[in-house]
């Protein structure tokens, strides 16, 4: 898919000189970089109090670089963020960097900006998927890393196999003399500790800032050489239109730059007399599109602001000025356009922000992105999944894993009761899979997945084990008709939800889809029977997030998406339509 999207009206740019500053000085530029939860943005909290950034009586939020609304609810960095600290008379930048997998782009674009990086490893968790993605980039380009063996307070730390790990890892990615020689630091960053020697308990972030004034190189532009600059990221204002940010690798900017047209992510500004251009960087290709269709269903524009094709339409186009990876896709109706990305959580932090702006829309199953292969064959994306669970579920993980196509790679038995399995899997094979597991582990099991390579189609694989319970009028939920039917199924709605025709209601126990009526009262009678027939004790609901939601919804069917709700449907309202539907499909089947 090519990036398309409507002409930039002003085209002019900014050069932020964020990581570069103009006056000189001593600097040190550092990304801090790690796999998701592993604890940077708690460390760069305790490096800015400890460096005294803060006054000494200021409430400070937890994570402050967690600064926007959905960060702060889900406790994940989204996008990276710089910051800087004063240590000394140094001037340490310190980018903050999300650590989930389908932000791994962003990491790889802010590697090229800085001179040095820390990378974070949990004491207890070592190594993960996104560990190994970041570290490869980091060393591939040449730094010389600082190694933070994190959450040694953590009980079940085991920080010497850790560091074992972590240098097992190094070889493995080639690394250099020099890069294997890296310091290694025993940290906390929720108590802001640091200590080289693991006997030697730290008490303070002093070994660490230490270390970054050691190690990490001063950035060696040279602010007399001719103008050069990488374009590494992109900001989106409406005054100032697309706003490039990236390193100066030479020269100085005093002014802001304006009216440059076309700037992508790679491009070089240069000096008119010197016109060299710099290695480009590579954004990466998405692995995953969905359907943002105009809301039609029954209850549309009662909950948003903006809800027709054309500010679906004007939004989505907005979006690629700064994301990206996102691809947006005018398709064969006006009122669909198939949004591509890097993950269910990059294209659902775009459908939460959405929503939260007061959009309502609708949006498809997710599909992967197919290629051709080297001899014209059909090629889909593989993800590289690890499984870490106790060894009583190892059977049932891998009961399930197998019908999604996946293929062991590597099984490995620390001790301590836990097994850690890595898997080769058609992303396709990890729909739905997440709940799944975290039921059959009763909660105990962790999972994450990275995108790891194109390969061969590996064929069908089958979908929801489960059917759906699907309304049959319009209405208000009533108790009564759920304690009838939520022996038999598990419902997504509660007492008091308005449903229309063709709403998804709950889950079914068996495969089937049933039409059933939850608005249905009971029947009055002069005659009370029993007491307890008027207080029906009822399940709470399944919650259905947006994240869910994608994951758990069949070709046939939607998510209605509005400022307050999140309702699954059936494609075909009328359950009439869905019957003829079926039998045409069953028509098609019997004849082939
Ligand atoms: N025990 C312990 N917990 C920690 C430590 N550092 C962070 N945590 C906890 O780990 C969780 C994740 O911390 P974050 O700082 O948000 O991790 P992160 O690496 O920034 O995560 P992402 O940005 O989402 O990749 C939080 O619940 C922290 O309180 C530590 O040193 N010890
Ligand atoms: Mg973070």
Request: glycine share 8%; no cysteine; aromatic share 6%.
């Given at each position: 898919?090519?990036?398309?999207?409507?002409?930039?009206?002003?085209?002019?740019?900014?050069?932020?000189?964020?990581?570069?500053?103009?006056?000189?000085?001593?600097?040190?530029?550092?990304?801090?970089?790690?796999?998701?939860?592993?604890?940077?943005?708690?460390?760069?909290?305790?490096?800015?109090?400890?460096?005294?950034?803060?006054?000494?009586?200021?409430?400070?939020?937890?994570?402050?670089?967690?600064?926007n609304p959905l960060?702060?609810?889900?406790?994940?960095?989204?996008?990276?963020?710089?910051?800087?600290?004063?240590?000394?008379?140094?001037?340490?930048?310190?980018?903050?960097?999300?650590?989930?997998?389908?932000?791994?782009?962003?990491?790889?674009?802010?590697?090229?900006?800085?001179?040095?990086?820390?990378?974070?490893?949990?004491?207890?968790?070592?190594?993960?998927?996104?560990?190994?993605?970041?570290?490869?980039?980091?060393?591939?380009?040449?730094?010389?890393?600082?190694?933070?063996?994190?959450?040694?307070?953590?009980?079940?730390?085991?920080?010497?196999?850790?560091?074992?790990?972590?240098?097992?890892?190094?070889?493995?990615?080639?690394?250099?003399?020099?890069?294997?020689?890296?310091?290694?630091?025993?940290?906390?960053?929720?108590?802001?500790?640091?200590?080289?020697?693991?006997?030697?308990?730290?008490?303070?972030?002093?070994?660490?800032?230490?270390?970054?004034?050691?190690?990490?190189?001063?950035?060696?532009?040279?602010?007399?050489?001719?103008?050069?600059?990488?374009?590494?990221?992109?900001?989106?204002?409406s005054?100032?239109?697309?706003?490039?940010?990236?390193?100066?690798?030479?020269?100085?900017?005093?002014?802001?730059?304006?009216?440059?047209?076309?700037?992508?992510?790679?491009?070089?500004?240069?000096?008119?007399?010197?016109?060299?251009?710099?290695?480009?960087?590579?954004?990466?290709?998405?692995?995953?599109?969905?359907?943002?269709?105009?809301?039609?269903?029954?209850?549309?524009?009662?909950e948003g602001k903006f809800v027709?094709?054309?500010q679906l339409?004007d939004r989505l186009?907005r979006e690629?000025?700064?994301?990206?990876?996102?691809?947006?896709?005018?398709?064969?109706?006006?009122?669909?356009?198939?949004?591509?990305?890097?993950?269910?959580?990059?294209?659902?932090i775009l459908m939460e922000t959405m929503r939260r702006e007061g959009f309502e829309f609708?949006?498809?199953?997710?599909?992967?992105?197919?290629?051709?292969?080297?001899?014209?064959?059909?090629?889909?994306?593989?993800?590289?999944?690890?499984?870490?669970?106790?060894?009583?579920?190892?059977?049932?993980?891998?009961?399930?894993?197998?019908?999604?196509?996946?293929?062991?790679?590597?099984?490995?038995?620390?001790?301590?009761?836990?097994?850690?399995?890595?898997?080769?899997?058609?992303?396709?094979?990890?729909?739905?899979?997440?709940?799944?597991?975290?039921?059959?582990?009763?909660?105990?099991?962790?999972?994450?997945?990275?995108?790891?390579?194109?390969?061969?189609?590996?064929?069908?694989?089958?979908?929801?084990?489960?059917?759906?319970?699907?309304?049959?009028?319009?209405?208000?939920?009533?108790?009564?008709?759920?304690?009838?039917?939520?022996?038999?199924?598990?419902?997504?709605?509660?007492?008091?939800?308005?449903?229309?025709?063709?709403?998804?209601?709950?889950?079914?126990?068996?495969?089937?889809?049933?039409?059933?009526?939850?608005?249905?009262?009971?029947?009055?009678?002069?005659?009370?029977?029993?007491?307890?027939?008027?207080?029906?004790?009822?399940?709470?609901?399944?919650?259905?997030?947006?994240?869910?939601?994608?994951?758990?919804?069949?070709?046939?069917?939607?998510?209605?998406v509005t400022p307050k709700?999140?309702?699954?449907?059936?494609?075909?309202?009328?359950?009439?339509?869905?019957?003829?539907?079926?039998?045409?499909?069953?028509?098609?089947?019997?004849?082939?």
């Open positions: 898919m090519r990036r398309a999207g409507p002409p930039v009206r002003a085209r002019y740019a900014l050069v932020r000189t964020s990581l570069r500053e103009v006056w000189d000085f001593v600097i040190r530029n550092i990304a801090i970089i790690a796999h998701v939860d592993h604890g940077k943005t708690t460390l760069v909290d305790q490096m800015l109090r400890q460096a005294g950034a803060f006054r000494a009586n200021q409430q400070v939020a937890e994570r402050v670089m967690d600064s960060e702060r609810e889900r406790g994940i960095t989204i996008l990276a963020k710089n910051t800087a600290v004063n240590w000394h008379g140094t001037k340490i930048n310190i980018v903050d960097t999300p650590g989930h997998a389908d932000f791994g782009g962003e990491v790889e674009r802010i590697l090229r900006m800085v001179d040095g990086v820390l990378i974070l490893v949990d004491a207890a968790e070592g190594p993960m998927p996104q560990t190994r993605f970041v570290t490869r980039k980091a060393l591939a380009l040449g730094h010389r890393p600082i190694v933070a063996i994190n959450k040694i307070d953590r009980a079940d730390a085991e920080p010497l196999r850790v560091h074992d790990e972590v240098l097992g890892l190094f070889i493995d990615l080639d690394a250099t003399h020099e890069q294997l020689d890296a310091p290694f630091l025993y940290t906390s960053s929720r108590a802001g500790t640091a200590t080289t020697e693991l006997d030697q308990p730290g008490t303070d972030l002093v070994p660490l800032f230490q270390a970054i004034l050691d190690y990490v190189p001063e950035p060696k532009s040279d602010t007399s050489a001719p103008f050069q600059m990488l374009v590494s990221t992109l900001d989106f204002s005054f100032l239109g697309r706003i490039a940010i990236g390193r100066i690798e030479r020269g100085r900017v005093r002014v802001a730059l304006a009216g440059f047209e076309g700037i992508e992510i790679g491009k070089t500004f240069t000096s008119v007399d010197h016109q060299e251009r710099m290695a480009g960087i590579a954004v990466e290709e998405p692995t995953i599109s969905v359907d943002f269709i105009v809301n039609n269903s029954p209850f549309a524009g009662r027709t094709s054309r339409r186009f690629l000025e700064r994301n990206v990876a996102l691809r947006v896709e005018p398709t064969d109706s006006p009122d669909t356009h198939a949004v591509a990305g890097r993950g269910e959580l990059h294209l659902g609708q949006v498809s199953r997710p599909r992967v992105i197919t290629r051709e292969g080297p001899n014209g064959e059909r090629y889909e994306p593989y993800e590289e999944l690890m499984i870490d669970v106790p060894e009583e579920y190892m059977g049932a993980v891998m009961e399930k894993l197998g019908p999604r196509r996946s293929e062991m790679t590597e099984m490995k038995n620390p001790g301590q009761g836990m097994v850690r399995m890595t898997f080769k899997i058609p992303a396709r094979g990890l729909f739905g899979y997440r709940s799944e597991f975290l039921t059959d582990t009763r909660g105990t099991g962790i999972m994450h997945h990275r995108f790891l390579e194109y390969g061969p189609w590996a064929g069908p694989l089958s979908g929801r084990k489960r059917g759906v319970l699907v309304a049959d009028r319009e209405g208000t939920v009533v108790a009564f008709a759920l304690g009838n039917l939520q022996e038999r199924a598990q419902m997504f709605v509660a007492p008091g939800d308005l449903v229309y025709e063709g709403m998804l209601a709950g889950e079914n126990s068996r495969p089937a889809d049933l039409d059933v009526n939850v608005t249905k009262e009971k029947k009055l009678t002069n005659m009370r029977t029993t007491a307890t027939d008027d207080n029906v004790i009822l399940e709470p609901p399944r919650q259905i997030t947006l994240e869910y939601a994608l994951e758990y919804i069949e070709e046939d069917e939607l998510i209605e709700s999140i309702r699954l449907r059936k494609r075909q309202l009328a359950a009439t339509d869905r019957k003829k539907a079926a039998r045409a499909a069953a028509r098609v089947e019997n004849a082939s």
